[in-house]
């Protein structure tokens, strides 16, 4: 079964010393290590209501998420999240503390959440539909993008105005779901 | 300058859609989205003493870490964790809490600690020269292998015996190291 991801051009082995499958190229040699990625984001707020941006690409294009994205080479994960929110929704954020931290080995990520708070006035971003501010009641959730949204929305409320809290792992259960 | 790490038929290119550089290969057209790594690792106890590993390889060989490695494709950070210690010193661990998140931008990662308790005898596996359980002022300050395992210790120490605390992110000045 061929993976339309992989070129043509690459072989599954095991490199010398190494006791793990790896992709190599058959014309360079080139070792594809590839590692789970870090996605980074926030549940930011303002008034006490919620930033959401419907999604105006590919995956769960029109569907609502929290700005987050992969962490890219060069950056922490707060400044990944900030440039996230930028990006996402023109929102300009003050880091409040670390709320979520969650292993999705399906699809090879760790996602970690921040709360942060927001002093500008969002717009969207080209990566954006709208974005807009919920309150709690009126969060879209039958149309929410991801399950990990979902996640990171009971963690905030959860610990909404708290300090000082371990930051949540998985749901029960939910770190188990394997490739 | 050439660097050796990088394939020669590898050029940096902007691939369509994006905003960003990325390597693409000359010959196939592979884009090798390179975006920091996860180390996942454990401040690991027993008895009120730490255990610590002298490395085997390079880099820093002879030096004494934490167990610690890069997260796998298929595994929760918790699991890779596990996976480390086993394979460095044939530890068993119970994970007690999330301890430290560390961005490291000039070397690409992000490190993760938890604490753990040890819950079996544990021996150097193929990458470590030896393996040791130190008391506070018996820690080999001197000879540590890498600054996030000072940090972790230095955390794990500020709350030896708690639970319910935000983990600690970089020591001050530390995540604007860049490439």
Redesign the interface.
């Known amino acids: 079964m061929s993976d339309p991801q992989i070129?043509?051009?690459?072989s599954l082995g095991v490199p010398p010393g190494e006791d793990?499958e790896r992709r190599i190229?058959d014309?360079?040699?080139?070792i594809?290590y590839?590692?789970?990625?870090?996605v980074t984001g926030v549940v930011a707020h303002a008034g006490g209501r919620i930033l959401l941006c419907r999604r105006a690409i590919e995956p769960r294009k029109g569907f609502w998420t929290l700005p987050a994205g992969?962490?890219?080479?060069?950056?922490?994960?707060?400044?990944g999240a900030r440039r996230e929110a930028m990006e996402e929704a023109r929102a300009e954020l003050v880091i409040e503390?670390?709320l979520g931290?969650y292993?999705i080995?399906l699809i090879?990520q760790?996602q970690?959440f921040f709360r942060a708070r927001i002093v500008n006035d969002p717009s969207p971003g080209p990566e954006s539909l709208e974005v807009a501010l919920f309150g709690w009641d009126e969060v879209p959730w039958s149309e929410l993008a991801f399950p990990s949204v979902r996640w990171a929305l009971d963690h905030y409320r959860e610990t909404q105005g708290q300090?000082?809290?371990?930051?949540f792992?998985?749901p029960p259960g939910t770190?188990?779901l394997?490739?």
Chains 1, 2 share one sequence.
């Open positions: 070129p043509a051009s690459f793990r190229c014309q360079c040699g080139f594809d590839a590692n789970p990625r870090i992969f962490l890219e080479l060069g950056e922490s994960i707060e400044e503390t670390l931290l292993s080995p090879g760790v970690i300090t000082g809290f371990t930051p792992g998985n770190d188990q394997k490739r």
